[in-house]
């Protein structure tokens, strides 16, 4: 395997995903050249430079993972590799302290005038009343945000006596209000109630341009602002339109719409009080060397095999979503294959139950996991990462519902297949923490562990079934490694079900003798990715 590294990335990064792929660094590129280049490569890592477009993922055959070294992705397309399967990473934590810290600084440097000053100085002038600045002590400060880098902000602000008020959709008031800080409930209650107000949130299509002509307008005359997130969030025209009327007094920006390229930037040639810096946010030593271990372990991580701490376009395998379920992961996939596998006709829903202590916990991993299962019985290179987007376009009905009745295990996952011929039922549990079983398949009652190979007999129960279906495979010299008969005792039809776990595959002649034998129904194979 092969990973390509490029932006000019800590080269620590090499030798850490050296331990599962060849790594090559490489300059920064244009998309056709980027196009021609990542054919042979399985990984790529890249920083803000490269815009890894939806050609660019296209081109890329072989790419399992994407990493960005730093906090957003927003110049990776998410939703053309969520298509293609591939994963994409980042590194949340890896830049917060930097981040956190240039927001404070600008907020201070702009206030106090000080890189204004310094120009000023360094001529060998004395202008000291010239530059009168304002303290930030009993201000009140505007938090749009409050995920790691937000909060790390209003921590600092908070301890240079500021008041902070905070908007974020995503948390709660008791968790503000725990922090020290004015929870509001929205945007526009906020923006009149702040002296400085701070973005650090995402671009995307809800937060683009959120800060514009008609918002400014509703804030205090004489606002400051920093944007030390994302180009875009603030619109630019707007705040040059607002730092000249004097409607915004100062403002402070780290990042821009068209970067690099800002020479005809409004906000390079407005005449008004404004701070800016080159994208110098997670610019430190320390925190280009975090990110780049951060996404370097990931990307090695999943090329051995493993999993993604921080997969942004996997919401549902988060590390704290997957750790409480990870036990279950393998039986949920299991389950799904099994119920599509014995199943014939157009697929339509896939119903899932969960019981016991599952009851009590997110599950939208072990709903990916079976969606997952249940697709790649028709699906090619279907994968965690695609299994949503590909049910969800094939127009497939998808729930899961917990349930609070009583079950004899620690937690059980039931799957119902709906197609247009028939529904399929298949229930799985764990009856200790590393003993996944195979419960019920369609009312009968089984305990059976799920095995790469496995064989699905439903027979007259009366004598020797189970010894002339033994007889076949062992002509066929096909071990026969666990077996288990299940039973309904709530039916009348006299039928039960061996499952049957193989040594190999069982082929369809084999198959075929089986099934032709006085007393046994229609056999079926089962291959399962355990």
Known sequence: ????????????????????????????????????????????????????????????????????????????????????????????????????????????????????????????????SKFTG???????????GFGKIGHHVAEAAKALGMKIFVYDPYTTKEVVEKFGAKYIESLDELWPLCDYITVHVPKTKDTLHM?????????????????????????????????????VAQAAVDVFENEPDIKDS?????????LLTPHLGASTEEAQLNVAIDVAEQIKDVLLGGSARSAVNIPSLKPEKLEPVKDYMQLAENIGEL??????????????????????????????????????????????????????NKGLNVSTTKSNT???????????????????????????????????????????????????????????????VATVLGDKNINITRMNVAQNRSSEDNISIMIINTGSKVDDNTLALISSIDGIGSAKYIKLNA
């Open 211 to 247: 800060i514009n002509k008609e918002t400014i307008a509703k804030m205090k005359k004489g606002v400051r602002l920093i944007n030390c997130a994302r180009g875009g969030i603030i619109e630019e025209n707007a705040l040059a339109e607002a730092l000249e009327s004097g409607q």
């Open 134 to 144: 304002h303290e930030v002590f009993g201000k009140t400060l505007g938090v749009i």
């Open 406 to 468: 009583s079950t004899d295990y620690i937690g059980s996952i039931t799957l119902k297949l709906v197609t247009d011929t028939q529904t399929n039922t298949v229930s799985g549990a764990l009856i200790a923490k590393d003993m996944p079983r195979i419960v019920k398949i369609n009312g009968y009652n089984a305990s059976i562990e799920p095995e790469k190979h496995m064989l699905l007999v439903p027979h007259e129960n009366k004598p020797a079934m189970v010894a002339k």
């Open 339 to 392: 119920a599509m596998q014995m199943s014939t006709g157009s697929l339509k829903g896939i119903y899932i139950t969960v019981k016991g202590s599952l009851a009590d916990l997110d599950v939208s991993p072990l709903e990916t996991a079976v969606v997952k299962g249940v697709l790649s019985s028709f699906v090619n290179d279907v994968n965690y990462v695609n299994a949503p987007i590909i049910a969800k």
């Open 266 to 274: 409004v906000l390079v040639n407005t005449k008004g009080d404004i």
């Open 1 to 128: 395997m092969k990973v390509l590294i490029t932006d000019k990335i800590n080269e620590k990064a090499k030798n850490i995903v050296a331990e599962a792929a060849q790594a090559d660094i490489l300059p920064t590129m244009d998309e056709e050249t980027l196009c021609k280049t990542i054919v042979d490569y399985d990984a790529l890592m890249v920083r803000s430079q490269t815009k890894v477009t939806k050609k660019v993922i296209e081109a890329g055959k072989n790419l399992k993972i994407i990493g960005r070294a730093g906090v957003g992705v927003d110049n990776i397309d998410l939703d053309a590799a969520t298509a293609n399967g591939i994963i994409v990473v980042n590194s949340p934590d890896g830049n917060t302290n930097a981040a956190a810290e240039h927001t404070v600084a600008l907020m201070l440097a702009m206030s106090r005038n000080i890189a204004k000053a310094a120009a000023s100085t360094k001529q060998g002038l004395w202008e000291r």
